[in-house]
C-alpha cells in the first residue's frame, strides 16, 4: 500500500494575491451597476487564493486517501456498492444535457423527456407497479413521499384517526425518521427468531390507528420475509397500506416483484439498485412506484406521453391531489440519466442476473466464511445479497470486536462491511458483495478473514490496534464530539 | 454477462461450495407463486456503443439554445479542473465516510467545504449539504421550530416573493408537522418586502421569518429592518441566500443588530451543470448555539491514536441512523459529490474570482434590461435594485412570444404569469457572467422582431 499519508488544509496553500486567473472572468468596468451601500459586503470570506496547480493537486492528493469501488472491493451491507459503468456517467455528461435549464421548454427537452418516460416505464416494469414518480431526491426523500401518500389517502377518504406506521425492529433508521416528518407515529413490531416478522404481535398491533407498514424485503436481517402475503393480508384487513423501502431491490431484482407481494408504495435507491454512483455520500434517487388507488397521490412532476409522442411534464392542473412538489426542480435529472443508460444496457435479461449473481455472491461468501468458523447470524436461511455474521463468540473468546475487524480489513486492503447494523444482532457484520464482484475477489477476501481470524487468536494485538496502514489511525470520535472543530479559522492549533 | 464477471466455471464451483444445486435453488425460500419469470416490458439489452449512440441523438435533438432563464439554477462557467477532479473514481464511487480512516480525503473536502461556507455566510457551522435549495429551505423551518423554544405557535412568515417552488416545497414537506405558514405581500411598485408588511404580525408570536436575498424577482432586499423585526418579537431569522451573490452582499451572519440564525440556499451555481433541476447542493449554515438541532451530515476535525489530527462524522446522535423516530431529519444519502464540485469551484475561484463573476453576472443582466426595454412595449416591472435578474412587462401575454423566441433558438426567460398572476404579462430574465454582449444583442434583435410580428398576428 502505497497511500499519501496525509494533506495539509487547501487554505494552507493560500498566498496573498494568488489565483486560479484563467478561471476567473474579466473585471466589470467602472460604471458598472454596484450593490447598494448599505448591503454591501465589507470584508471578503476565507476562500483559497491558490493556483489550479494548487488545487488540482490538493484534490487529487486527498482523493488518494479514499476507499472506492474503483479502487477496493467495498461489501457494505444495505448499500449495494456495485461496479458504476462509465458510460453511465458520460451519457449524462453529454453538453446538451449538462447544460439544459430545468425550466426550458418541452420542445428543447424531448430527447430528455423521452429518457425520462422510459424510465418511468422501466421502473414500472420491474417493480410491478402502476406508476412511478421520479422527484425524490434520495431513498429517504422516496420513503417521505410514500408515507405522505399513504396519509393523504387515508385523509382523502376522512380517515383521520390513521397516524400510526408499523416498522419492524430491525428496520432502517430512516424508516421511523420518516413516519415522524409525516407527522405520523412509528410502532415497532417484533422480529422472531428465525428473521420474519412476528405474526401475533403484528396483528397486535395493526388496528383503527394504522396508516401502515413500511417494510424491507429481504429485510435488514439479510433474509427474505417468507409470509409476506399473511403480512400484507394482515395489514391490508385492518386498513393499512404497506411501504417497500427499495433498500434491499438488488437482492431480488427480476425475480420477485413488490407490486406482486401487494405493496402499495414503494421507493427505488437508484443509487443501490441502479448502479448510480455514491459520490462519498450522495447524490441518490429515490423514484416512488405506487398501486392503483395511490396514484392520484403522486409528487409532481410526472413525464407523460401525449399524442403525437410529444412528452411533457404533468403538474398541479393534471394531478390536484398530488401530495405536492418535494424538490426544487424535477429530481435529480442526471442521476436518472445515469440510471436510464445503465437500465438500458443490462435490459430484460440482465436485470434478471442482478437478482440471481448478487444472490450468489452472498450465499457463496457466506458458506465460505462459515467454513472458516464465523458464525452467521441466521445459518439455518438462505442469503439474500447479503449476510450477517455475529462475532459474539470471537468477542467472548479473544476479547475483539466486530469493529476491530472491520479495522483490520481496511489495513488489508478491504473497504469494511457495514458494522453494528442492525442492532438486533450483537458484533455484527453486515455483508453485501454485490454481482459485479468476481469468485477471485470474493476468496481474496476470504483469505484475509482467515488471516484476521488466526491473529485474533495468535496476535490480538494486531485487531486491537488496527488500522496500522491508513493515512490516520482510529480518531477520537468522543473529543470530535465535546471540542467541536467544524471550520478552519486562519490558525493551526 | 454485462458487468457480471462470473465464468460457468466459477458459478460451478460457487454452487458446490454452497451446496445449491442452481442459482434458482438459491430462490427456494420465495414463494413460488410470487415469482416472476421474465420481464417482458423491459427492453432487450444494448451493447455501450449502442447505448451511446441513442443518447447522443437525443441529446443533439434537444439542442442547445441560447438561455436566459435563471429562477434558481443559473449557468455559470464551470473550470475545467471541477469536474475532472469531482469524476475520479476515489471520489465518484466511494460511499458515505463512515469508516474515518478509510474516507479522509472525502472527510477533508467536507471539512473545508464547511469552512468556506460558514465564512461566506457570515456564520459559525455549516453541515455537509441537503438535497437542494427548495428542501434546504423545508428544513431550515423544521430546524426553526425545533430550535425556537420561546415560541409555541410553530407559525413562520413567508415571503410571497420567495421562490414559488420553495414555497411549495416547504409546505409539502413542512406541513404534515403542524407548520402554519403565512404569507408576506411584497410591494407592487418595488417587489421587496416592506417592514409594513410585517406590521399585522406586530406583538404576535411566530417562530420564524423567511427572507429572501436576492428574492425571486432579482429585487435586493432591505434585509437589516426585517431581522432585527424578527428578534425583537422572539423569533429566528431564516435566510435564503444566492452563494455567488454573497461575493458582494453582506453575509446574513451581519444582518441587522444580530445577524441571521440559519441560512440557507441552492449550491448549483457552484459548479454543478444545470442538468434539466439536478442533481445539486442544498446548502444550511447556523450559529453554533443552533447546531444541535442542524439535521444532516456534519464532519469535525479530531485526532487519532498517535494524536495527530484527523477528520470524522460528528454529533451523529442527530441523525436517524442513531436517533430513528426522534432525529433532526431523515436524511441520510445527500449531495456530496456536488458539495464537493462546489468546494472545488470555490477553491479556484477565490474571494476575488466570485467577486467577478457576481459582478459581471449584475451587469449583463443590466445590459440586456436595457436592451429589452428599449423596444417597443417592455418595460421594467421594479424600480428596485436587482441583481442578476430581473422582472419585464410586455404588453401582451408572454407565452406566445416565448414560443416565437424559442423557433430562434432563444429561451427568452420564465414566463411568470402563473405563477404571479397579480404581475399580468411579466416575464423573469436573467443573464450571469457567459452571456456576452453578443448573446444579449441577438436576444433583443430577435425581441424586437417576435413582438410586431406577434401584434401583427
Known amino acids: 500500500m502505497s497511500l499519501p499519508m496525509r494533506e495539509q488544509l487547501i487554505f494552507q496553500y493560500s498566498r496573498a494575491g494568488r489565483g486560479a486567473r484563467a478561471q476567473w472572468p474579466p473585471a466589470v468596468p467602472a460604471d458598472a451597476p454596484v450593490v447598494p451601500e448599505a448591503l454591501r ?41 456495485k461496479y458504476n459503468p462509465k458510460a453511465c456517467n ?153 411501504y417497500y423501502d427499495g433498500a434491499n431491490l438488488n437482492a431480488i431484482l427480476g425475480k420477485v416483484r413488490p407490486g406482486d407481494m401487494a405493496f402499495d408504495a414503494i421507493h427505488m435507491n437508484l443509487h443501490k439498485t441502479f448502479s448510480t454512483p455514491h459520490g462519498g455520500g450522495g447524490p441518490g434517487a429515490g423514484a416512488v412506484g405506487v398501486s392503483a388507488r395511490l396514484m392520484p397521490f403522486l409528487p409532481l412532476p410526472i413525464v407523460a406521453r401525449e399524442d403525437g409522442a410529444q412528452y411533457r411534464w404533468l403538474g398541479e392542473r393534471d394531478l390536484p391531489q398530488s401530495i405536492g412538489r418535494l424538490a426544487s426542480f424535477a429530481g435529480n435529472a442526471g442521476v436518472l440519466l445515469r440510471a436510464y443508460v445503465y437500465m438500458r444496457m443490462l435490459g430484460r435479461e440482465g436485470m434478471q442476473r442482478v437478482g440471481e449473481y448478487a444472490t450468489l455472491n452472498a450465499n457463496y461468501l457466506s458458506a465460505q466464511l462459515q467454513q472458516l468458523g464465523f458464525d452467521a447470524a441466521y445459518p439455518q436461511r438462505r442469503a439474500s445479497h447479503e449476510f450477517i455474521l455475529t462475532l459474539k463468540k470471537q468477542s467472548q473468546e479473544y476479547g475483539v470486536t466486530a469493529m476491530d475487524v472491520a479495522k483490520r480489513l481496511l489495513d488489508l486492503g478491504f473497504h469494511a462491511p457495514t458494522t453494528y447494523f ?72 | 454477462m454485462p458487468f457480471i464477471p462470473h465464468t460457468e466455471q466459477d458459478v460451478r464451483e ?18 413460488a407463486s410470487l415469482r416472476v419469470a421474465s420481464l417482458p416490458d423491459v427492453p432487450v439489452g444494448l451493447s455501450e456503443f449502442e447505448i451511446m449512440q441513442l443518447m447522443s441523438a437525443r441529446a443533439r435533438q434537444d ?59 457570515g456564520m459559525q457551522v455549516s453541515n455537509a449539504s441537503l438535497y437542494d435549495g427548495a428542501t434546504a429551505v423545508a428544513e431550515a423551518v423544521l430546524m426553526a421550530v425545533r430550535a425556537n423554544r420561546r415560541s409555541k405557535s410553530a407559525r413562520i412568515l413567508m415571503p410571497r416573493n420567495l421562490h414559488p417552488h420553495y414555497r411549495a416545497v416547504a409546505l409539502a414537506s413542512a406541513g404534515n408537522q403542524g407548520v402554519k405558514f403565512e404569507e408576506l405581500p411584497y410591494e407592487r411598485g418595488s417587489g421587496h418586502t416592506s417592514i409594513e408588511a410585517l406590521a399585522p404580525f406586530a406583538g404576535q408570536d411566530f417562530t420564524a421569518l423567511v427572507i429572501a436575498q436576492p428574492n425571486f424577482f432579482g429585487v435586493f432586499e432591505e434585509v437589516d ?36 440564525n440559519i441560512v440557507v440556499g441552492e449550491g448549483q451555481p457552484f459548479g454543478c451543470p444545470l442538468s434539466s433541476g439536478g442533481p445539486y447542493f442544498g446548502f444550511m449554515c447556523t450559529r453554533m448555539e443552533h447546531v444541535r438541532q442542524m439535521p444532516g451530515r456534519i464532519v469535525g476535525r479530531t485526532v487519532d491514536l498517535d494524536g495527530r489530527p484527523g477528520f470524522t462524522l460528528t454529533l451523529q446522535a442527530r441523525e436517524q441512523h442513531i436517533r430513528r423516530a426522534k ?56 424600480a428596485r435594485a436587482n441583481f442578476h435578474e430581473i422582472v419585464l412587462a410586455l404588453d401582451r401575454p408572454v407565452a406566445p412570444v416565448l414560443a416565437a423566441l424559442r423557433a430562434r433558438g432563444i429561451e427568452g426567460g420564465l414566463d411568470l404569469s402563473d405563477y404571479f398572476p397579480e404581475l399580468g404579462c411579466a416575464l423573469l430574465v436573467c443573464a450571469t ?9 441577438t436576444y433583443a434583435r430577435a425581441m424586437s422582431e417576435v413582438l410586431p410580428a406577434a401584434r401583427a398576428a
Open chain 2, 63 to 121: 439542442g442547445q439554445p441560447l438561455c436566459f432563464i435563471g429562477a434558481g439554477a443559473y449557468e455559470h462557467h464551470i473550470p475545467a479542473a471541477v469536474w475532472s477532479t469531482v469524476t475520479r473514481g476515489e471520489f465518484y464511487s466511494a460511499y458515505t465516510p463512515y469508516q474515518a480512516e478509510a474516507s479522509q480525503g472525502t472527510l477533508q473536502t467536507i471539512y473545508e467545504y464547511q469552512t468556506m461556507m460558514a465564512s461566506l455566510t
Open chain 2, 327 to 382: 432525529a433532526t431529519s431523515n436524511i441520510c444519502t445527500n449531495q456530496g459529490l456536488l458539495m464537493m464540485a462546489g468546494t472545488i469551484y470555490m477553491s479556484l475561484m477565490g474571494a476575488e474570482g466570485l467577486e467577478r463573476v457576481a459582478a459581471l453576472s449584475m451587469t449583463r443582466t443590466e445590459q440586456l434590461a436595457r436592451a429589452l426595454t428599449a423596444i417597443a412595449g417592455v418595460r421594467r416591472v421594479f
Open chain 2, 225 to 260: 429592518a426585517l431581522t432585527d423585526f424578527a428578534h425583537a418579537h422572539g423569533a429566528l431569522v431564516i435566510a435564503v441566500v444566492n452563494p455567488t451573490s454573497l461575493a458582494l452582499l453582506k453575509p446574513p451572519g451581519q444582518w441587522g443588530q444580530k445577524g441571521a
Open chain 2, 433 to 441: 457572467e457567459t452571456k456576452t454582449t453578443a448573446d444579449i444583442d
Open chain 1, 90 to 242: 458520460a451519457a449524462a455528461l453529454l453538453p446538451q444535457f449538462a447544460g439544459r435549464h430545468p425550466l426550458a421548454s418541452a420542445s428543447h427537452g424531448q430527447g430528455f423527456l423521452a429518457c425520462m418516460f422510459e424510465l418511468q416505464e422501466m421502473l414500472k416494469a420491474v417493480s410491478g407497479m402502476r406508476a412511478v414518480a421520479l422527484s425524490p431526491l434520495a431513498g429517504a426523500h422516496g420513503e417521505f413521499a410514500g408515507v405522505a401518500m399513504i396519509r393523504a389517502y387515508h385523509r382523502a377518504r376522512g380517515d383521520l384517526e390513521r397516524n400510526e406506521i408499523i416498522v419492524p425492529q430491525a428496520a432502517h433508521g430512516t424508516n421511523p425518521a420518516t413516519a415522524s416528518m409525516c407527522g405520523c407515529i412509528a410502532r415497532e413490531v417484533a422480529v422472531g427468531p428465525d428473521g420474519d416478522v412476528d405474526l401475533a404481535g403484528l396483528r397486535a398491533a395493526v388496528g383503527a390507528r394504522t396508516a401502515g407498514i413500511m417494510l424491507t424485503n429481504p429485510s435488514t436481517l439479510g433474509v427474505f420475509e417468507r409470509r409476506i402475503e399473511e403480512v400484507a393480508r394482515i395489514v391490508h384487513e385492518g386498513g393499512g397500506l404497506l
Open chain 1, 422 to 493: 442492525p442492532t438486533l444482532i450483537s458484533e455484527c457484520l453486515l455483508i453485501e458483495p454485490t454481482e459485479t464482484e468476481s469468485k477471485q475477489t470474493l476468496d481474496a477476501f476470504v483469505t484475509a478473514m482467515a488471516q484476521i481470524l488466526r491473529e485474533a487468536q495468535q496476535e490480538p494485538e494486531q485487531l486491537l490496534r488496527a488500522p496500522h496502514t491508513l493515512p490516520v489511525r482510529r480518531l477520537d470520535d468522543v473529543r470530535a464530539a465535546r471540542e467541536l472543530d467544524l471550520s478552519y479559522h486562519g490558525v493551526e492549533r
Open chain 2, 14 to 31: 460457487m454452487l458446490a461450495v454452497i451446496g445449491a444445486p442452481s442459482i434458482e435453488a438459491l430462490f427456494d425460500e420465495i414463494p
Open chain 1, 41 to 81: 459586503r465589507q470584508q471578503r470570506p476565507l476562500l483559497p487564493e491558490a493556483s489550479e496547480l494548487d488545487v488540482v493537486r490538493h484534490y487529487t492528493r486527498l482523493s488518494q486517501l479514499n476507499f472506492s469501488i474503483d479502487t477496493h472491493f467495498y461489501p457494505l451491507g444495505s448499500c449495494t456498492m
